[in-house]
């Protein structure tokens, strides 16, 4: 049986020993080396992680959180190989369901490249879609300071938001609603 294990998390350093230990073949390596990564996404995250009970609690798999005053941003997760993409376990589902509770006790907005190995980035998209996060919105998000969005346009990746405040979201939705165009033209003067 795999459970999700959110409270208390896990900073990085702890993450990085259990899930070395239990997945030496997949490394993992501190955000802060990941040069790949937009600046703000280095920071070490505190760790929301999943075990499968039926083998003594090996760590399957982690999402992470950034924390910052106003905004999180997306600490990323990894599902063990062996336990990626199979309908009945539904892994990573579980871990972003686990992590959005975080998220709305928090009602603090939060941003994330995506930049999936494993599976085509669209249909990672999609996927986050469904739990009412954004794509690539142009217009500012409450509590997501306007510098770290534009870094976020910049980098030239697909990124998400989601805010738990459905306010200050709602005017962002209706910038790429066409059919909403009328509520947004205050926004736009
Ligand atoms: C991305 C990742 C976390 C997904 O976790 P997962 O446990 O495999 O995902 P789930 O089994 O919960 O499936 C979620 C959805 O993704 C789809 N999916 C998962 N792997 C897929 C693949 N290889 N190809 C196509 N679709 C895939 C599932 O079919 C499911 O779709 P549905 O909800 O429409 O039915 C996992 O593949 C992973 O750890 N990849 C390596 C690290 C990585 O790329 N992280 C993301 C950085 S942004």
Not at 93 to 111: D, F, G, H, S, Y
């Amino acid at each position: 049986m795999i459970k999700i294990l959110s409270s208390p998390t896990y900073t990085e350093e702890v993450l990085m020993k259990v899930w070395n230990e239990d997945n030496p073949e997949h490394e993992y390596i501190p955000r802060k080396d990941r040069s790949y990564l937009i600046s703000y996404a280095r920071k070490a995250p505190l760790y929301q992680i999943a075990i499968d009970e039926e083998k003594n609690g090996k760590v399957i798999g982690y999402i992470g959180l950034i924390e910052y005053d106003t905004f999180f941003v997306g600490g990323g997760i990894r599902v063990a190989d062996e336990y990626q993409d199979n309908d009945k376990l539904r892994v990573g589902v579980k871990l972003i369901e686990a992590r959005q509770e975080k998220i709305n006790t928090a009602n603090k907005p939060i941003i994330q490249e995506i930049n999936t190995k494993t599976m085509p980035v669209e249909k990672f998209m999609q996927v986050w879609e469904r739990y009412g996060w954004l794509r690539n919105p142009i217009t500012s998000i409450r509590g997501i300071p306007n510098e770290v969005l534009e870094d976020y346009k910049k980098s030239n990746n697909q990124f998400l938001v989601y805010s738990p405040d459905a306010d200050a979201f709602g005017k962002a939705w209706s910038i790429i609603s066409p059919l909403r165009l009328i509520d947004i033209l205050p926004l736009m003067e």
